[in-house]
């Protein structure tokens, strides 16, 4: 890979389906009807199987051990790779992380942390988190992810997180790096901090911020930060990243010689899918080179797009924040002569923040997202709906997510730095279509249109969003310590855990219009099928 432009570049959103084998599942039936009942209704999209594989990877459910191989064939899939893959000789030290005591005898933090007993904070190697914990009894139940037609229970298990009792590099020989890619999130600062007092912990005496993401490692005028518990202390007060953020990047190649170049051993990444498809490259470049480096990621997504975890940090607090903009698109609404209030909220490929938003405010009436098409006009379109709510209510409230309705909008072809579709306005778009349908029908209407993106990007995290970046920042150098390279740290059913780069990363994560929780949204809104 030459350049991180094509391992950051647009995201990639494959065909929804239901996989069994050869097979594919169409979900749901019922057509439509005009009294558009919430409670049933056709999903016109298809669900999205994570355990889908490639078509060489094929399983024959004739083989009566098809589940054991096809265990083995997961395991490996998701075994994380450490530094001991590349150098077998590689040598352990007793970690320097302990908490019994927490002052070291001598001023050389290598030396440990003594104790009167053994502690019993550390991880197993061996221990492992169930990926998947419901065991669906048919593939035709709500949000059903099987792998075979019979839906057969099999266990899927992923590396637990947390500190070793073995660690692989000597704190005094360490010099972290950390870089925060992408555009802003709620919580950068958090995790930044956390990483920085964590490193300290161990014994860490170097560590460093690269400024303005992966750029900052080539541009010669752009120096890297020296940063510490005290430079970081309060850091997390405010929004934003202290490190600066920015899209796109130098070649691989030149990153990784500016890692060989300063001496790092260490480098956290903080970013989305296209930042992390950069660090997966770069740690297949350092084990090109044989380089003693663990690179490890820490997902950062406002949009919750990211594979097998529960979520990403920031989202909880972008769903908090946007009720501000909800709730002021309702009051518009609701004290204006048929009025309409149009709230455009972020999520390019997946719906997560409007469908969250929506159920938690209670006021939405139509909830928009990339991953249920939609019709404006016509007889079940969205306008034609919005005339019925204001006969029966007088008001009515949108939520829709950027990505949405994009086919309605002009193709411009442009990219933005990271390779991403830049894309139309569809929160302006409905609101003109709102105001030339209503317009030609002789109905006055007063429409608010509301975009709080950057807003809600810039803000600090909220205690939820506050804790999750705290665990994932020390679990991000608890991997590191352990000699683990390639892989990033997440939340997956309430367990921190450690997945290989290239399993979260192979395709957005996306709403399922199948699941539980998008039809909890279609019964809070009311809303139809707009088809």
């Not at 054991?68 to 395991?75: I, L």
């Not at 569809?426 to 609101?431: D, T, V």
Request: net charge neutral.
């Amino acid at each position: 890979m030459e350049s991180l432009s094509p391992a950051i570049g647009p995201k990639t959103i494959r065909p929804s389906r239901t996989v069994y084998g050869d097979n594919e599942l169409l979900i749901g039936s019922v057509k439509s009807m005009k009294a558009r009942p919430v409670a049933c209704r056709k999903m016109r999209m298809r669900v999205v199987a994570q355990a889908s594989k490639s078509d060489s990877n094929k399983i024959d459910f004739s083989d009566p051990d098809w589940k054991v191989k096809y265990q083995r064939e997961f395991e490996a899939r998701f075994n994380i790779p450490h530094l001991t893959d590349v150098f077998p000789d590689a040598v352990s030290y007793p970690s320097t992380f302990c908490l019994k005591m927490r002052t070291p005898v001598t001023d050389n933090f290598a030396q440990g942390y003594p104790s009167d007993e053994e502690w019993h904070g550390y991880i197993n190697n061996n221990d492992r988190v169930l990926l998947k914990t419901i065991n669906y009894s048919s593939p035709t139940s709500a949000g059903a992810e099987c792998i075979d037609p019979n839906c057969t229970w099999v266990e899927q298990w992923v590396h637990r997180a947390g500190p070793r009792e073995k660690i692989y590099f000597k704190p005094e020989e360490v010099k972290a790096a950390i870089v925060t890619c992408g555009g802003l999130c709620p919580g950068l600062n958090d995790v930044i901090r956390q990483i920085v007092i964590t490193l300290e912990i161990y014994g860490v005496k170097q560590i460093v911020g690269i400024p303005f993401g992966y750029r900052g490692f080539s541009n010669k005028d752009l120096a890297e930060m020296p940063l510490s518990r005290k430079v970081v202390q309060n850091i997390h007060l405010s929004g934003g990243s202290l490190l600066g953020v920015s899209r796109g990047g130098p070649k691989v190649s030149d990153i990784v010689d500016s890692i060989q170049e300063r001496g790092t051993n260490m480098l956290f990444v903080l970013g989305g899918n296209g930042t992390h498809a950069g660090a997966n490259a770069i740690h297949d470049e350092c084990r090109r080179r044989r380089l003693q480096v663990a690179v490890v990621g820490v997902p950062k997504t406002i949009d919750n797009d990211i594979m097998l975890m529960d979520k990403t940090f920031g989202f909880d607090t972008a769903v908090e924040e946007a009720q501000r903009a909800i709730n002021s698109a309702y009051i518009e609404a609701h004290s204006a002569y048929h009025g309409i209030g149009i709230v455009k909220l972020m999520g390019r490929s997946s719906g997560f923040i409007a469908m969250h938003a929506s159920l938690a405010s209670g006021q939405i009436d139509i909830c928009l997202i990339p991953e249920v098409p939609f019709n404006l006009h016509g007889p079940h379109g969205v306008l034609q709906h919005l005339k019925y709510l204001l006969e029966t209510k007088g008001s009515a409230v949108i939520c829709v997510a950027e990505g949405a309705g994009q086919d309605f909008l002009e193709k411009t072809n442009a990219k933005d730095a990271s390779g991403n579709a830049v894309l139309g306005d569809i929160g302006g778009h409905i609101q003109q279509q709102i105001k030339k349908y209503f317009k030609e029908i002789g109905v006055t209407t007063d429409v608010k249109y509301i975009d709080p993106t950057y807003m809600i990007r810039a803000c600090r995290a909220n205690a939820s969003d506050g804790i999750l970046c705290t665990v994932l920042g020390q679990n991000a150098v608890h991997g590191a310590f352990a000699g683990y390279s390639g892989i990033t740290v997440g939340i997956c059913n309430t367990h921190y855990v450690y997945f290989p780069i290239p399993e979260v990363i192979a395709q957005p994560k996306v709403v399922d219009p199948n699941s539980r929780m998008w039809h909890r949204c279609l019964t809070s809104t009311g809303q139809p099928d707009f088809l």
